[in-house]
């Protein structure tokens, strides 16, 4: 990002000090038990900066409409909702972010989640702002999180941890990322989502093509913090979703879909980081394999790179599954989530 442009900000800034630094854009669809957690966390943010929460509700069922306008109450400077009457998620609009939020975000930083996940450190944000202070090239910041299941216990943070250290990435290592990066610990310099092109309106998925975004338009910055929670397997979150009913058909609409995604941001980045799409692309098929434990898929030979990033005790749940399916269904009964 040009020196030209973080000016520009400035000078917008200071001619309306009103205006806030961060915009939280926080999308939630039946996260009612969850959403308190979410927004307190927000509103618990410290630091010498203003922020407002533009939160999009997609017709909730559960009563989280109710209250979203309870907290609009007690803070109407900060919460600012779009209350649907009908789901816009059934009706074809899938990365609901940018469709409703990002064009309504004032601050000169942007912020997305889901309202099940929250914040689990009350200077997450200012840890973030601090490392675009320090390093005025970046365009974009992310961190670890905390991993929690649905017996309240926290489950294995390699899940959301992608790396081990603090590092600066450049475009080509942030399309080839391996390992999970939690949603709520994404911070924008909001001037690069100002257009968004086609790949992420297309994506089934909201994180990857932000992330792709940001990959074009400079560097990005790793935080080797868990600063947030990432809710798993909880109803009314995308893994659960995605693990019931059709699960195989679901995992390959996914697939499909994805690289479809990868492909289209191939062409509109000119090729330039065609070499790590097409990893990224393999990655993501073996992943898929692992999902639905297609064991002769996982062992091929030209999977071997991919195998490798899994955790070892990713590789040994793998391989006690495949040769004792019988006693890993038993164990996986009695000890839930804590295997495999």
Known sequence: MGKEKIFSEARRRAEDPELPLISVCVVTYNHRPYLSDCLDGILKQEGDFRLEILIHDDASEDGAREL???????FPEIIKPILQTENQYSKGKTNITGIFNIPRARGEFLAVMDGDDYYCDTRKLEKQIRCFQRERELVFCFHSAKVLLPDGSFGNSALMRPYRGSRILSGAELVDRRGGAPFASFLFRREILETLPDYYFDCPVGDRPLEWIAAS???????????????????GSWTREQGEGEREKKQRRYREAM????????????GR??????RAIGRLRFLSDVNL???????RRGNREFYRELSLRDRFFLQ?????????????????????
Do not use: N, W
């Open 273 to 278: 980081f065609h070499p790590e799409i097409e």
């Open 293 to 299: 434990r297609d064991f002769p898929e996982i062992y």
């Open 259 to 270: 690289e479809k995604s990868f492909l289209e941001f191939d062409r509109e980045s000119g």
């Open 320 to 340: 006690f599954e495949r040769r004792l399916p019988g006693l890993y269904r038993a164990m996986q009964k009695r000890f839930g989530q804590g295997i495999g």
């Open 217 to 235: 338009c400079g560097k990005s910055f790793y935080l080797d913090e868990p600063l947030s929670v990432y809710r798993f397997q909880h109803s």
């Open 68 to 74: 979203i306008e309870d907290y609009e109450r007690r």
